[in-house]
């Protein structure tokens, strides 16, 4: 969407008429930008739901204790229940990075 305004070198109503539509020419760009990055946003929200809900089920369908860790920073990114309680933690979410906090 974009709007090419001819040049008027009178100062009347149709210079205004033309500068204000200009100006809501480039409002709606702004404003159809902001709903594609809210769209974009919302959709990656969407798939990392999505993605963590699947990493969970895998981890909790595993047999025996299952964990993922950072090969640099050695701390656990996920883990299942067996692992948790081997950890002392009530659950899986109570404990690791995944899920917003860290073990050491």
């Known amino acids: 969407m974009k709007l090419q305004v001819p040049s008027f070198l009178t100062d009347n109503e149709v210079a205004t008429l033309t500068g204000e539509v200009s100006q809501m020419s480039e409002a709606m ?6 709903m594609v ?7 990656d929200a969407e798939t990392i739901a999505e993605l963590r809900e699947s990493i969970s089920a895998l981890f909790n369908n595993m047999p025996g204790m299952s964990f993922s860790k950072d090969a640099e920073t ?11 309680e081997y950890a002392h933690k009530q659950n899986p979410e109570d404990g690791c990075v995944f899920w917003d906090c860290v073990w050491t």
């Open 74 to 84: 050695g701390v656990y990114l996920a883990c299942n229940q067996a692992f948790a």
């Open 37 to 43: 990055t809210a769209e974009n946003a919302a959709r």
């Open 29 to 34: 760009q702004d404003y159809v930008k902001g």
